[in-house]
């Protein structure tokens, strides 16, 4: 058997390591399991490619889902654990004052945000925004082999230009009030806005315990129409996010339609797995 080592820090605490050790473990039970070797489309309702068997039955894709969904939840859960506090300040439009003391844990920012090539199902590269994996705390409109995740891109009115578009949609997330159906009290940062590219990145942050969620919208030449903005909302920390994404992106295709863009939100009908998993207590 090949052994795994895992360099630590010296400066680690004695609870900080056994949060670590706890975290690969976890990590270790997924990469043993049988769930790891289900593909992205099993786990989310399709069949397994290559399989052996064509006519494997719906109650053993259901299983091997929930084996999935219990392993990753595991990992998550372990990642949160490990997760260091972080005592910096909350956004600067955050609501209360009242949490300041409390440790952050903000969760590290994903280093392949923005557009970049994508490899689908099927191995095909593409250009998308990040996958969301198999958690249910993301959305993306780009990754079209994922239902659980997918919604529709947004589409602005006729008569802007692209430039004017992202210009709108600057100032309508800017717009974004913090705490709006008690979600995003820590507040937000626009991080980057690029109109001439078709590129705006906000950070939104969890008013207790300062988890960070990613907010993407972009123009992908090509890709859903020449008036087409692709839109991806993710946690960083943890399994589930409680509807906080939902919420947020409902929130703000509601501010565009007001402007006339055709801007869909999160459809609870059609994101069923998301609503009951979220629903967990």
Not at 235 to 255: C, M
């Amino acid at each position: 058997e090949d052994l795994i080592v895992v360099k630590t820090n010296p400066h680690h605490s004695p609870i900080q390591l056994s949060k670590m050790q706890i975290y690969y473990s976890a990590i270790v039970t997924l990469l043993l399991s049988d769930s790891f070797d289900v593909t992205r489309g099993l786990a989310f309702g399709g069949t397994q490619r290559n399989s052996a068997t064509d006519d494997r039955s719906a109650a053993t894709a259901c299983n091997r889902r929930t084996m999935l969904t219990t392993a990753v939840r595991t990992v998550a859960s372990a990642a949160t654990l490990l997760t260091l506090p972080d005592y910096s300040e909350a956004f600067e439009n955050k609501i209360s004052n009242k949490y300041d003391d409390r440790p952050k844990r903000k969760g590290p920012q994903p280093q392949d945000l923005g557009v970049s090539k994508r490899k689908d199902m099927d191995g095909e590269m593409y250009q998308g925004l990040k996958q969301c994996g198999a958690a249910p705390n993301c959305f993306s409109s780009t990754d079209l082999d994922d239902p659980d995740h997918l919604i529709p891109a947004w589409k602005w009115p006729s008569g802007l230009t692209k430039k004017d578009a992202f210009e709108q949609l600057a100032k309508t997330v800017k717009a974004y009030v913090p705490g709006q159906k008690d979600i995003d009290g820590g507040g937000f940062k626009v991080m980057t806005v690029d109109t001439d590219k078709g590129y705006i990145y906000v950070q939104f942050e969890a008013l207790k315990n300062g988890y960070i969620d990613d907010f993407e919208l972009a123009y992908i030449d090509g890709l859903g129409g020449g008036d087409s903005v692709q839109v991806r909302s993710s946690s960083r920390v943890g399994y589930l996010d409680f509807g906080v994404n939902a919420k947020r992106i409902n929130f703000i295709a509601k501010a565009l339609r007001a402007e006339g863009w055709k801007a869909e939100g999160v459809d609870p009908s059609t994101h069923e797995f998301y609503v009951m998993e979220n629903s967990r207590q």
